[in-house]
């Protein structure tokens, strides 16, 4: 309507053209540019109980959703995002999550002179403790004081946010966080595949034991036991060892336990540990009981879920 009840009709032809583009995103994969930022998850043991239930806390969450790729190296794993913001967020999730220290870098990959606009690919390292469940650490003089005079020998009992130590002399235990560790680092003294078989010769609870002078916490899930021990691969010989253990609420006489016995003047990072007299294994550690094989050959009825990844290879230019 034009004017005054007046109609104005034209027809006229509309020509489209249809014009193919690339999105952004497909652009730099075509590229091979389509990762922004990489978090580099390391840590150095031998062996990674650690590493395992960060992979199955990280399924959990789902955090690994935004990942456009997963790589796994020797000494961990590799994380490759599309953007900064979800490498940061997997970033202080392992943080809050497991001991670790973090550090990163950028470096620039292209730089538009006009627009002012600059490309970089960001890389995030984190290295988590190298202690897991399980694990006999030494501990230096100062922080074992530090600590409530805690033994310097301890076992790893957990590793959340935190890791857990116990005396198994004194049932004393402790929580050492990310910060305290890299201030004062010790290290494990033995790999699993080090510790021995041992049978239960004679086991007697302690009920009662005094406190040291500024001695901390202790165990209320543990129980301290005096045992005498013997190495299963030489049960036909008389020699015995005897030691304190925290684990006096589950082994019994016949029982199988896994330990280590250090020799005599066997040293640390930090000094000689049991340079007593012959005959004397006061450092004999008990860390797990162990459990008959031919009673665990049924398979279970569930199995852990692991995390999609590409094994270790050789980079290409677009990797490094």
Same mark, same amino acid.
């Given at each position: 309507?034009?004017?005054?009840?007046?109609?104005?009709?034209?027809?006229?032809?509309?020509?489209?053209?249809?014009?193919?583009?690339?999105?952004?995103?497909?652009?730099?994969?075509?590229?091979?540019?389509?990762?922004?930022?990489?978090?580099?998850?390391?840590?150095?043991?031998?062996?990674?109980?650690?590493?395992?239930?960060? +992979?199955?806390?990280?399924?959990?969450?789902?955090?690994?959703?935004?990942?456009?790729?997963?790589?796994?190296?020797?000494?961990?794993?590799?994380?490759?995002?599309?953007?900064?913001?979800?490498?940061?967020?997997?970033?202080?999730?392992?943080?809050?999550?497991?001991?670790?220290?973090?550090?990163?870098?950028?470096?620039?990959?292209?730089?538009?002179?006009?627009?002012?606009?600059?490309?970089?690919?960001?890389?995030?390292?984190? +290295?988590?403790?190298?202690?897991?469940?399980?694990?006999?650490?030494?501990?230096?003089?100062?922080?074992?004081?530090?600590?409530?005079?805690?033994?310097?020998?301890?076992?790893?009992?957990?590793?959340?946010?935190?890791?857990?130590?116990?005396?198994?002399?004194?049932?004393?235990?402790?929580?050492?966080?990310?910060?305290?560790?890299?201030?004062?680092?010790?290290?494990?003294?033995?790999?699993?595949?080090?510790?021995? +078989?041992?049978?239960?010769?004679?086991?007697?609870?302690?009920?009662?034991?005094?406190?040291?002078?500024?001695?901390?916490?202790?165990?209320?899930?543990?129980?301290?036991?005096?045992?005498?021990?013997?190495?299963?691969?030489?049960?036909?010989?008389?020699?015995?060892?005897?030691?304190?253990?925290?684990?006096?609420?589950?082994?019994?006489?016949?029982?199988?336990?896994?330990?280590?016995?250090?020799?005599?003047?066997?040293?640390?990072?930090?000094?000689?540990?049991?340079?007593?007299?012959?005959?004397?294994?006061?450092?004999?550690?008990?860390?797990?009981?162990?459990?008959?094989?031919?009673?665990?050959?049924?398979?279970?009825?569930?199995?852990?879920?692991?995390?999609?990844?590409?094994?270790?290879?050789?980079?290409?230019?677009?990797?490094?």
């Amino acid at each position: 309507q034009v004017i005054n009840g007046a109609v104005l009709q034209q027809v006229f032809v509309v020509e489209y053209i249809v014009q193919s583009q690339m999105c952004e995103d497909c652009h730099r994969i075509e590229a091979k540019d389509f990762w922004k930022a990489v978090v580099q998850v390391r840590q150095k043991t031998v062996h990674k109980k650690t590493f395992f239930y960060l +992979e199955q806390l990280i399924l959990k969450h789902r955090l690994h959703q935004n990942t456009l790729r997963i790589k796994e190296i020797h000494d961990g794993l590799d994380f490759y995002y599309s953007s900064k913001q979800h490498a940061q967020k997997m970033v202080d999730f392992l943080q809050c999550t497991v001991p670790s220290r973090s550090k990163s870098s950028q470096r620039l990959i292209s730089h538009d002179i006009h627009s002012n606009v600059y490309n970089y690919k960001s890389t995030f390292s984190v +290295e988590i403790v190298p202690i897991c469940k399980y694990n006999v650490v030494c501990l230096s003089p100062k922080l074992a004081q530090s600590l409530g005079n805690m033994s310097q020998m301890c076992v790893c009992i957990r590793v959340t946010s935190t890791i857990h130590l116990i005396d198994p002399r004194t049932l004393q235990i402790a929580e050492i966080d990310g910060s305290t560790y890299w201030r004062h680092p010790f290290n494990s003294l033995f790999h699993p595949k080090q510790l021995e +078989e041992f049978i239960i010769m004679d086991i007697n609870r302690v009920h009662e034991k005094k406190k040291g002078a500024g001695a901390g916490a202790r165990s209320n899930k543990h129980t301290l036991a005096e045992a005498w021990v013997r190495k299963t691969s030489e049960l036909d010989t008389d020699h015995q060892y005897f030691c304190c253990t925290h684990l006096g609420h589950i082994l019994n006489p016949g029982d199988l336990v896994l330990g280590s016995v250090p020799k005599r003047g066997f040293g640390c990072r930090f000094g000689t540990l049991g340079g007593g007299k012959s005959g004397c294994f006061s450092l004999q550690v008990l860390i797990k009981k162990s459990y008959d094989r031919s009673k665990r050959q049924r398979r279970r009825n569930w199995k852990l879920k692991e995390l999609e990844r590409d094994r270790e290879a050789t980079d290409t230019d677009d990797e490094r």
